[in-house]
């Protein structure tokens, strides 16, 4: 009898070292499997980043790509132009074929760095001292009191077509006016008024 209980014995331990075995074996694939499920999100990110490093950043991507100039003016072949940024105004005259014989280079910052939409406008000699001659004619166009008709005057702000009767009038009673402030002394014309026009009239 006490063979037959060790026997027994030696089976239940084999049979509970068999049992340890099972569930060992069956319980790491599950362990595995958890370790790669868990190990996936961080080889994604992995990818990721690789992938943002290889695009690089959307900004300096723009500064290493192409941009468009339109060029007008005095130049042979006026239009628009893609250059490589960082690329000079130089650059874009010489895409369109350089300067006409009148054109004023000297109003073209050459060594500017080209924009993406950027106009560059070349103008013609002497187009800028018209242009500046015409806004100092339009600065000094003040309306002559003395010499003015109601027309004129009727373009001064709050000036209708009876005050500008009235400053004719007043102005041919009193042999025209030697200084602006007489303007108070016309019927309707207050100090608000004068205020309004004074900078637009003169008197000789």
């Given at each position: 009898?006490?063979?037959?209980?060790?026997?027994?014995?030696?089976?239940?331990?084999?049979?509970?070292?068999?049992?340890?075995?099972?569930?060992?074996?069956?319980?790491d694939p599950l362990t595995a499997e958890e370790g790669n499920s868990l190990s996936l999100p961080e080889e994604i990110r992995g990818s990721s980043g690789m992938q943002a490093e290889q695009n690089g950043d959307p900004l300096n991507q723009s500064e290493k790509g192409e941009v468009y100039v339109d060029i007008k003016g005095e130049v042979k072949h006026p239009g628009v132009y893609p250059l490589s940024a960082g690329k000079r105004v130089r650059d874009a005259?010489?895409?369109?074929?350089?300067?006409?014989?009148?054109?004023?280079?000297?109003?073209?910052?050459?060594a500017q760095k080209v924009q993406d939409e950027q106009?560059?406008?070349?103008?013609?000699?002497?187009?800028?001292?018209?242009?500046?001659?015409?806004?100092?004619?339009?600065?000094?166009?003040?309306?002559?009191?003395?010499?003015?008709?109601?027309?004129?005057?009727?373009?001064?702000?709050?000036?209708?077509?009876?005050?500008?009767?009235?400053?004719?009038?007043?102005?041919?009673?009193?042999g025209g006016y030697q200084k602006i402030e007489e303007l108070l002394e016309v019927a309707g014309i207050g100090k608000k008024t004068l205020e309004k026009i004074a900078s637009s009239i003169q008197v000789p």
């Open positions: 009898m006490e063979i037959v209980k060790k026997h027994v014995r030696i089976i239940l331990i084999m049979i509970g070292l068999i049992v340890l075995a099972a569930i060992y074996l069956l319980s005259i010489e895409l369109a074929g350089g300067f006409l014989k009148k054109a004023d280079s000297n109003a073209v910052n050459l106009v560059i406008m070349v103008p013609a000699q002497g187009a800028q001292d018209e242009n500046s001659d015409v806004e100092a004619e339009q600065g000094n166009s003040k309306i002559p009191l003395n010499t003015a008709d109601a027309e004129e005057l009727t373009k001064l702000p709050g000036i209708g077509p009876s005050k500008a009767d009235a400053i004719i009038q007043y102005r041919d009673e009193n």
